[in-house]
């Protein structure tokens, strides 16, 4: 079943209405389009715990720092719905700009403490622009659970952090990060790579590996960070805005996987910027 196409707020009220009315639940998957086997997960996790599922394509351009990268962000929305036949999503919302920011819009969700490291000290402005285009798709959609994935860690605690400070009632999942073969995390941007930067690119992913194998068998933080950098580098990479090892909850700095951990990184390879963490523990 091909799943509706929704492109107001109006029409997507009427349908999630009609679906309350007979006491079904919903599910949504939010995601930026260019949809890949990452996406689809969470829509199967979705479909498995829910009556209902929703996937809202919005390129949200509040969270993106710079421009170029806002204009370059991959657009395929006659293959995205196609991708969703399968999964036989319900739903497929996408708002233009005038539905989500109509003029007047003057209103900012700000999430303070997890937001400030990481890639919120690097994106200026991107968690304000995804907590406030969150905190919509969730009261718009009225679901009783949203699916988000491991994959962007720092979101996911966000995410998490907004609905319960803003009592929304809605429950906030985190799926597994899915991976190409050689371990590349899956993610639309990686469309943007040349064939010779995607051959590279998994080496972000097996430095990490390396450095976390080396942490779990008591090596030295510093010694280890060292040699994963200088191995991303070589394989590439031009930039490496961080590499560290924080809590899981908290995403505080440590040095020792001695509690739940994640290793985080962000790397420019061929103008493209890639992030990718992993669990240590
Ligand atoms: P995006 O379209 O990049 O904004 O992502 C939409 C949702 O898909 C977010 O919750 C992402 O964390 C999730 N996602 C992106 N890539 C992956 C992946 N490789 N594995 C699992 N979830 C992913």
């Excluded at 809202?56 to 719905?81: G, H, L």
């Excluded at 394989?235 to 001695?258: C, M, N, Q, W």
Aim: proline share 4%; with cysteine; aromatic share 6%.
């Amino acid at each position: 079943m091909t799943p509706t196409i929704i492109r107001t707020l109006k029409e997507l009220r009427e349908v999630v209405a009609g679906w309350k009315a007979k006491g079904e639940t919903v599910g949504v998957v939010p995601t930026m389009g260019a949809l890949h086997q990452g996406h689809l997960s969470l829509v199967r996790a979705a479909k498995d715990e829910c009556d209902r599922a929703i996937v809202t394509i919005f390129i949200n351009p509040k969270q993106f720092n710079n421009p170029e990268d806002y204009e370059n962000y991959p657009r395929t929305e006659e293959e995205d719905a196609r991708k969703l036949v399968s999964l036989k999503a319900d739903v497929v919302y996408v708002p233009d700009g005038e539905q989500m920011y109509p003029s007047g819009f003057a209103t900012t969700v700000s999430v303070k403490g997890i937001t400030q490291s990481l890639c919120g000290a690097h994106r200026s402005g991107h968690f304000d622009g995804v907590a406030t285009i969150v905190t919509k798709l969730f009261t718009q959609t009225q679901a009783k659970k949203a699916y988000f994935g491991e994959k962007d860690y720092q979101q996911l605690q966000v995410v998490t952090r907004l609905a319960l400070d803003l009592d929304l009632p809605i429950e906030v999942i985190g799926c597994p990060t899915i991976r190409e073969e050689d371990g590349l995390a899956m993610s639309s941007r990686n469309l943007l790579l040349s064939d010779r930067a995607r051959t590279w690119a998994p080496e972000l992913h097996r430095a990490m590996e390396e450095m976390a194998e080396g942490l779990l068998s008591g090596g030295d933080h510093a010694s280890l960070k060292a040699a994963a950098i200088k191995r991303i580098e070589r394989a590439g990479f031009s930039e490496i805005e961080y590499l560290d090892l924080r809590t899981a909850d908290k995403l505080e700095l440590v040095e020792k996987p001695d509690k739940p951990t994640r290793l985080l990184a962000a790397a420019w390879l061929g103008g493209v910027r890639l992030i990718d963490n992993i669990a240590v523990q």
